[in-house]
């Protein structure tokens, strides 16, 4: 999930066309998020849309593979439609507790589909359209992607399978994304694996011609593959995290939040210093309350099999819009837009170990 949200003008506008296309080209069944105006944010319907789609090309023998990408060139998919779910919870629905359950098996059916799936991340793949993204075979990114967690900036926390496949990022880097909630662009996207490609996006019509074009093998896999290296990379230079990592995994690996922070704060190396500083001072505007029960979150996550991982997430939505911080992040962020969220507890001095951990209680991870 994240913070994007569609206009009331733009869904209606939205009502009268498809918001998920699809066809099928060369034995490959394409996907297309069309939701262009809204940065393809996906709501219920278009989850529904998505899974009846997948379920049926999973035993359609015409087809081998399939694409998915998002409408336009700003965004392969910046999360879900939060303002519906804010309003939801407010009319006393169940949209929002069934919009979680449905998105999360949807991500699974990704995650184990028994075709290759492609991904073209091209352009803004926050919250959901992670969630999307890091369950499928072939992840490409191109020069104008932009990934990342944001939700502790709207006082949740990161879904979709984030405590599956962000601590399994190397090292402490998985948690200070989803921690921060800073967005990464191609090269860190590939450094971390959370992307396997790099193409340019002047190239991607060049990709549809080739896979239009493609001589399947007994191994579809492959043969997407080969396409891919003839005009992608596995590797950029200039990193910014390679870096800044070792910095990352001794300050992320400290015990809590209130000792991030001040660690953070505290730095005078120079090659470092501004980098902690500006970190601290973001880390400081976030929900104290996600903040900390995200880390707990991650480090469970990390020695979980990913459907426990998912489950424990959709035990902590279950509390989250009536204990958690999200709804009063949505009003000061989207709703009322004051920017002046008031988080309970209002900073990290004030987090309470034993209130964070209730959290967890009665869940086995």
């Not at 601290?280 to 929900?287: D, G, Q």
């Not at 009536?322 to 002046?340: F, H, N």
Request: proline residues 4%; hydrophobic residues 40%; charged residues 20%.
């Amino acid at each position: 999930m994240t913070a994007q949200v569609v206009s009331a003008e733009t869904a209606d506008q939205e009502s009268a066309c498809d918001t998920v296309l699809c066809e099928v080209r060369n034995h490959i069944g394409h996907i297309t998020l069309n939701r262009p105006q809204g940065l393809n944010a996906i709501d219920l319907r278009m989850v529904r849309q998505l899974q009846q789609q997948l379920d049926a090309w999973a035993t359609d023998e015409n087809v081998y593979a399939v694409v998915l990408r998002g409408a336009g060139d700003k965004a392969f998919c910046a999360g879900g439609d939060i303002r519906s779910l804010y309003d939801s919870f407010k009319h006393q629905q169940t949209h929002h507790q069934d919009f979680f359950v449905e998105e999360y098996a949807l991500d699974l059916t990704l995650h184990h589909y028994r075709k290759p799936v492609v991904a073209l991340m091209d352009g803004f793949v926050l919250g959901g359209g992670m969630g999307l993204a890091q369950g499928v075979d072939l992840r490409v990114v191109t020069e104008r992607s932009r990934l990342a967690m944001p939700e502790v900036a709207i006082g949740y926390f990161p879904d979709v399978g984030g405590s599956y496949f962000l601590p399994r990022v190397p090292g402490e880097l998985g948690i200070y994304l989803g921690v921060t909630g800073l967005q990464i662009q191609a090269a860190d996207a590939l450094y971390c694996g959370l992307a396997d490609w790099y193409l340019q996006s002047t190239r991607l019509e060049d990709l549809d011609r080739q896979l239009d074009a493609l001589k399947w093998t007994l191994t579809p896999l492959k043969a997407l593959q080969g396409i891919l290296a003839k005009i992608a990379v596995q590797q950029l230079s200039g990193a910014p995290l390679q870096r800044l990592r070792p910095a990352i995994d001794h300050f992320f690996a400290l015990p809590d939040i209130p000792s991030i922070i001040e660690q953070l704060q505290e730095v005078t190396v120079f090659d470092t210093h501004s980098w902690a500083v500006d970190t601290a001072n973001l880390m400081k505007t976030r929900s104290p309350l996600a903040m900390a029960v995200t880390l707990e979150m991650l480090r469970k996550g990390r020695h979980l099999p990913l459907e426990t991982c998912f489950d424990l997430e959709l035990h902590l939505d279950r509390q989250w819009f009536e204990r958690g911080d999200v709804i009063e992040g949505v009003r000061a962020l989207i709703v009322d837009k004051d920017k002046k969220p008031q988080w309970n507890p209002p900073n990290v001095e004030s987090l309470d170990a034993e209130h964070v951990a209730s959290f967890f209680s009665g869940h086995g991870a």
